[in-house]
């Protein structure tokens, strides 16, 4: 019998990569040409329309309608020399990923006769309807109509034939249907709290930004073994799977020599987010076998979300030239690592000043420590509303696996910085602050430059660590959309700086001197944040043991962790600052919960076809060829030699048996789990049951899957093995 799945690998592992034909240029020569950046702004506006454009960017006031069609000619102008037929907004409903409605630019006129058009309306304003998106209950489908609306500090793009404009989608009542709009609105008060709070060391400041770098990992497999597992290809993981004898446990893959046919994967797809002005770096393998990770230069938040969003869109797309499937799920593999998406935060000054950079001199590091102790008192108050931010059903099955960090929110700071804040918690106000150490550390190889010591170390245990001079976000999903994540760190900050400067002030009111006032309120700070800080071992059953007891929360349930949301608390925190009203938080819990049971049912239903229509009948025939072989051997063999041959075949028999009724009855208490949770009313409800009822069998039927994987003919076995997916050739 011909191995129909070890055929499909052959024809697609062995093709040649797409070539990258022979022309050579420098990343420079095209980087951005797909983006209507400034060069291509100062070469299509006019000059009127060039200064206000960047001028209402830069203050962040609306776009003159006058202005708008100059700019909207422009563009198309720019875009059609290009070679574009039509336009989008492009925006980002809650769905987690982008969404894109294309209207071509002509226009008929008389004659028959047809002319390319694009106005300052259509720029500024669409109504795509996009009635069928997740509302959360904002909207009903016979109040359908949404509204997207131009952002115009996120630059128009071209993808394929299309001009794309970076949008937010809006209800027609005014409420945010998208990721976009509550990001813009925590980076609104971010900017103006950090702003407030950095004039006591400096008036000259005018802006802060926050910025962010991510870190995406992602999987390749060979696009035939793709499409050869059905749940690889409807839920994005591998729902069997038995362990391949040998995965990640030599540490081989990572940082290896990337594969020939990754590398020209990789160069096509650079090439591509290089265009379009995404500042994509570094490259590397990652720790588990065709893991690999894409990293970009930092950028303004919003921004780097969009070019995030839009990279993933690349990357899957890109990889199927190149005979691949890209996955993005937190965990398409199990027992191996999963994928996270780490995002690199800090802020800047409109001077060019990081603010988690600590200084040079007494000044600057108490400018430092200031931001840097009302980060953690940010994170000390509000980590269940962090952990909820990054809640989702992939993310379930990674975060604590001895892979990623843990469920526990923790902040690590390192040695030197934890040594700091214990002595400030124990000065008094005026006391010297320590400078930043500048000691070197010399390798003492030729060709090796002397390597500057740094103010921390990494633990790439810790969901929130600091390194350097920004935190890593390292609880972050793959899959994620950096918005959601990123609004909440934007909001919890902006909210503890607000809150920080009331107290300072009202110190200085009571006449105590500013900075003794804000040196006061970090040390306090400090001590009420120190159970947030953890250096050791976040991996750790210890650290589990020693969270509890500090009390922070260790919620490993995604319904559970949501229900952050709900909490007055939470509504109080978005709706003081501007970023959320209770419809819209409302809104986004319910569409959350919605979109984890959804997933969770989909898995559970495909989990079933495959066990039932797939697994078991291939079982059930290497049984009867073994059923036939015993009674062949019954019939040559005399009886005391028929039993001692036959007793491992019989066993086998046995067990197969075993594994075929615990599957079944799995499956069937699985369906009918799924059946009470269907007819449940509240989306709460339901959520749990899933969790708690349904995704509580997957483990088991999945184990005993496994087990029937390591015993049926390898010729007969249905799905490719992780020995066959997990190594490109």
Excluded at 22 to 38: I, P, Q, W
Excluded at 591 to 618: C, F
Excluded at 690 to 709: A, M, P, Q, W
Aim: hydrophobic fraction near 40%; aromatic fraction near 8%.
């Amino acid at each position: 019998m011909t191995n129909i799945r070890f055929k499909a690998y052959e024809t697609a592992s062995m093709r040649k990569p797409c070539p990258m034909g022979n022309v050579l240029m420098k990343a420079s020569d095209y980087y951005g040409e797909n983006t209507f950046n400034r060069i291509s702004m100062r070469e299509f506006l006019t000059e009127e329309a060039h200064r206000k454009l960047l001028y209402d960017i830069e203050k962040g006031i609306k776009i003159d309608r006058k202005v708008a069609d100059q700019i909207a000619t422009s563009l198309k102008n720019w875009a059609i020399s290009k070679g574009a037929t039509h336009y989008t907004h492009w925006f980002q409903p809650l769905t987690g990923a982008t969404a894109e409605k294309h209207d071509a630019f002509i226009h008929p006129v008389d004659g028959g006769k047809a002319i390319e058009e694009f106005h300052g309306d259509a720029l500024i304003q669409q109504e795509p309807d996009a009635s069928s998106f997740p509302h959360g209950g904002i909207r009903n489908t016979f109040e359908a109509r949404g509204y997207t609306a131009w952002d115009p500090t996120s630059p128009a793009f071209l993808l394929d034939s299309t001009l794309c404009i970076p949008s937010v989608f809006i209800s027609y009542t005014g409420e945010a249907l998208d990721n976009k709009t509550p990001l813009l609105r925590a980076l609104h008060e971010l900017d103006k709290a950090a702003v407030d709070v950095y004039k006591y060391f400096d008036r000259n400041v005018s802006k802060i930004h926050g910025t962010l770098g991510w870190e995406q990992e992602y999987f390749l497999v060979d696009s035939a073994l793709y499409h050869a597992r059905p749940d690889l290809a409807l839920t994005g993981r591998t729902l069997f799977g038995h362990a391949s004898a040998k995965d990640q446990q030599l540490s081989d893959h990572y940082f290896g020599i990337i594969p020939e046919r990754v590398i020209a994967f990789m160069k096509d797809f650079e090439m591509e987010c290089h265009k379009l002005g995404i500042p994509v770096k570094t490259r590397h393998n990652e720790v588990a076998p065709n893991q690999f990770e894409v990293a970009p230069v930092f950028e303004n938040v919003n921004l780097a979300v969009d070019h995030n969003q839009l990279l993933m869109h690349i990357i899957k797309k890109v990889a199927m030239r190149h005979d691949f499937r890209a996955l993005l799920h937190e965990k398409p593999f199990a027992r191996i690592n999963g994928s996270g998406k780490h995002n690199n935060w800090s802020m800047e000054t409109n001077t060019g000043i990081n603010l988690l950079s600590p200084g040079k001199d007494e000044r600057s590091n108490f400018r430092f420590i200031t931001y840097l102790v009302n980060i953690l008192k940010a994170v000390h108050d509000h980590a269940d509303i962090l952990r909820a931010s990054i809640a989702s059903s992939g993310n379930e099955h990674r975060l604590g696996a001895h892979e990623a960090p843990p469920a526990i929110i923790s902040v690590f700071l390192g040695t030197q910085i934890s040594k700091t804040l214990d002595a400030i918690e124990h000065q008094n106000a005026g006391a010297r602050l320590s400078k930043r150490h500048e000691s070197e550390l010399s390798f003492s190889i030729p060709l090796i430059p002397e390597i500057l010591f740094d103010n921390t170390d990494r633990n790439r245990t810790s969901p929130f660590a600091f390194t350097g001079n920004k935190f890593e976000f390292r609880a972050v999903g793959s899959a994620a959309n950096c918005s959601k994540p990123m609004m909440v760190l934007s909001t919890i900050v902006a909210n503890q700086l607000k809150l920080f400067k009331k107290e300072v002030d009202q110190l200085i009111a009571g006449k105590v001197k500013k900075e003794d006032a804000v040196f006061q309120v970090i040390k306090k700070y400090i001590k009420e944040s120190k159970n947030i800080r953890f250096e050791g071992n976040n991996y750790s059953a210890e650290w589990i043991a020693e969270a509890g007891k500090r009390g922070l929360q260790n919620i490993q349930a995604t319904p559970d962790a949501l229900k952050a949301f709900k909490t007055q608390k939470a509504l109080a925190l978005f709706g003081s600052n501007n970023v959320l009203n209770e419809r819209e938080l409302n809104a986004r819990y319910e569409i959350d919960l919605e979109n984890y049971t959804k997933k969770i049912q989909i898995e559970s239903r495909v989990m079933g076809d495959l066990a039932t229509n797939h697994i078991i009948p291939i079982a059930i025939r290497y049984q009867t060829l073994l059923i036939q072989n015993v009674l062949g051997l019954k019939e040559l063999l005399p009886p005391d030699e028929f039993i001692k041959t036959s007793e491992s075949q019989l066993e086998l028999i046995r067990m197969i048996s075993v594994h075929i009724a615990e599957i079944k009855n799995h499956i069937e208490e699985m369906l009918s789990q799924r059946k009470k949770a269907n007819v449940l009313e509240r989306v709460e409800e339901m959520a749990t049951a899933y969790n708690r009822n349904v995704l509580s069998h997957f483990d088991i039927i999945r184990e005993h899957v496994d087990e029937l994987e390591l015993m049926v003919d390898d010729e007969l076995w249905p799905l490719p093995k992780y020995r066959e997916m997990l190594f490109i050739n």
